[in-house]
């Protein structure tokens, strides 16, 4: 949701490109948390989504059982619409961080794995590897493999005005850390991120470690943008953010390297939805993920349909019986997600509800892939995301009708760093072209913005100018259907506990 990959056992696929690929490491004013206090190890252990999870043994092939002959269909059914909602945050995570991490022919490709890539702007229509995308801050990318050692993260010291954060994901899509301007402050220094199998002690020069329950993790970095003219001082921040193992921290000798990681090609987003490979890349991803003590059973239930970690699921092998009950299971899951998204249309679930960490989530893996619709968005400590998917009768958003959302005067949304709202067309969830290179109207811009006779704004959504005197509050919309969220950066209590409301957007008649 604001932005906002993987590794994989060696599956064997007709349709896979295989690649091999060496993970190796590459050769603030006062702080309201001591950085040290904050990073404590109840990191609800996970790793990052795309990029797959523990140590597992990817260097193994093995072949996975067919579903288990005894295994009723009707039951076949049911653990194949269970695999399928917990699996897909997993396999669409993969898709992402497999053209960031690992295939450079990708024109979203970022860097190689444990390296770290500014991007010293802002999203725009021309960027479409993520969904819902966040115009507000530049970003920086790392996805860390620490399979052979930690990894340590370096910040500068960062005027206090200026929100910036580091948010961890593991493989699962779980937000298990963050650091930044909310948590650790704006002071300069250092974190170690370890996996699962670290058992080094804490060195001299760090200021927490963080534990992941997995060995791939995704760290995205967001740093403020005050308004166009901003861009160098962002970029100067930028390029004092560092990214290094733990030998090179401390001038030693680098640890040997870890194996070469056998890597599959990911389905496409539609791919995802319509063919039974899926749950060969989810076999994929699990082979790297350790199975929680919380979902032991659960892991062994997906067993008994060849769903299991390192091994190939071959649908060609596959009864006609068999196949029509994955699909089934799969066209089940896919209902079940309907009603929760729904449910987020009309406000009973929030953004709120499906970001956050194993724990917060507490076992709705339907939230979790809900959480997808905008994957890698924040857990609400650190932003909240208002949807408008539909005006204020309940119709759905479309560029054909014209729209107002009106802020009262004091009423803008409560946060101690920014807000913003966003445009994004449908079915894509990717920003929109306009004659004016506008994406979102945020709070930096309120100066410039049109006041009403009560001092309130009005913003106009429509996809033709509203007219020279209101265009500073025109954003633009599609000629079809849209969505817009907004974006609460480090949310005030009267957001938190639900007393400041968004306003609602009316339709023009």
Known sequence: MDVAGGVCLPCQRRDSVVQESRLQCPSMPESPVPMKSLFVANLFVFGLAMVLCSPGRAEEVASADLPRSETP??????????????????????????????DQNSPSFKAPWNQLTNIPNVYTPADTAIQTPNSDTPYSWAGLDLRAEPIVISVPKIEKNRYYSIQFIDAYTFNFAYAGSRTTGNDAGSILVAGPGWEGEEPEGIEEVIRSETDFILAAFRTQLFDPADIDNVKKIQSQYKVQPLSKFLG???????????????LTTEEQKTSLEFFNVLNFVLGYCPVDPSEVELRQRFAKIGIEGGKTFDPAKLTPEMTAAFEQGRAQAWKAYAQDARKLQEGVITSGDVFGTRQYL?????????A????????????????????????????????????????YPPVKAFWSLTMY??????????????????????????KNADGGVTIYVQNESPGKERESNWLPAPDGPFSMY???????????????KAPKLDKVK
């Open 73 to 102: 269909l009707p039951e076949v059914t049911a653990i194949a619409k269970e695999a399928y909602i917990y699996g897909y945050p997993l396999v669409d995570s993969y898709r992402i961080q497999h053209a960031y991490f690992v």
């Open 252 to 266: 030693k000798a680098a640890a040997p390297a870890a194996p070469l990681v056998p890597w599959i090609k990911p």
């Open 362 to 370: 507490n076992g709705n893996y339907l939230r979790r892939w809900l």
């Open 372 to 411: 997808t619709i905008g994957i890698y968005g924040n857990s609400k400590q650190e932003a909240m995301y208002p949807v408008y998917q539909v005006d204020s009768s309940g119709d759905p958003l479309t560029g054909t009708h014209r729209y107002t959302l009106t802020f009262q005067q004091g009423q």
């Open 425 to 450: 067309k449908l079915p894509s969830s990717l920003l929109v072209a306009n004659p004016i290179h506008r994406y979102l109207i945020n709070s930096p811009m309120l100066p410039q913005l049109k």
């Open 486 to 500: 907004m974006r609460l950066y480090w949310p005030s209590e009267a957001a938190l506990d639900g007393s400041w």
